[in-house]
């Protein structure tokens, strides 16, 4: 469809915010370099998830938390 990319381009995020970090965590953590890839590349996949990705991995991780904390480290 052709106002797909256009669509996309109106909500392009800012890969921090997609991440739900601040710009300064994002630039201070470097997260491309622990993953052993370029800066461009890095963002280019992380604007590619799809919606809720990271919602959801953020879920997971306070579970897992929650869980450490109840029961203790397994």
């Not at 993953?35 to 590619?48: D, H, N, Q, T």
């Amino acid at each position: 469809m052709v106002l797909a990319p256009m669509l996309k381009n109106l909500k392009q995020e800012k890969p921090w915010a997609v991440l739900k970090v601040s710009r300064r965590q994002y630039e201070t953590t470097k997260p491309w370099l622990r993953a052993g890839i370029s800066r461009a590349l890095f963002e280019e996949l992380v604007l590619g998830l799809p919606d809720g990705f990271v919602d959801q991995c953020h879920m997971e991780a306070d579970a897992e938390k929650l869980v450490e904390a109840m029961f203790g480290k397994r």
